[in-house]
């Protein structure tokens, strides 16, 4: 099994920045590939950015330049920094493993989840 803690989520005024982090625990390796998705009540759970084993990142248009993938894989941590935050960027945020190593951007493309931590962007 593998566990996955995300944290650093919190209140930030719009145009601010803050860094998600995601530990994770069990039976993982540095091929597995890592993702972040995020989710807003009443909506899907929508994709935000991901990175394969090799290290190649993929980004949702909407935070494309804004957003920055990084992982590291000693500390087995996935990091999603995000800047120029906008109250469209309100949800809450997942982090997600992939055992296939691929950095997919469908839900269904990975297989371990963690609970979520609450990103608020205030205008």
């Known amino acids: 099994q593998v566990q996955l803690v995300e944290s650093g989520g919190g209140l930030v005024q719009a145009g601010g920045s803050l860094r998600l982090s995601c530990a994770a625990s069990?039976?993982?390796?540095?091929?597995?590939?890592l993702g972040w998705f995020r989710q807003v009540p009443g909506k899907e759970r929508e994709f935000v950015s991901s990175?394969?084993?090799?290290?190649?990142?993929y980004y949702a248009d909407s935070v494309k330049g804004r957003f920055t993938i990084s992982r590291d894989n000693d500390k087995k941590t996935v990091y999603l920094q995000m800047n120029s935050l906008k109250p469209e960027d309100t949800a809450v945020y997942y982090c997600?493993?992939?055992?296939?190593?691929?950095?997919?951007?469908?839900?269904?493309?990975?297989?371990?989840w963690g609970q979520g931590t609450q990103v608020t962007v205030a205008s």
């Open positions: 997600a493993l992939s055992t296939s190593g691929a950095g997919g951007t469908r839900t269904w493309e990975f297989d371990y």
């Open positions: 069990g039976r993982t390796s540095s091929v597995n590939g």
């Open positions: 990175i394969s084993w090799a290290r190649n990142t």
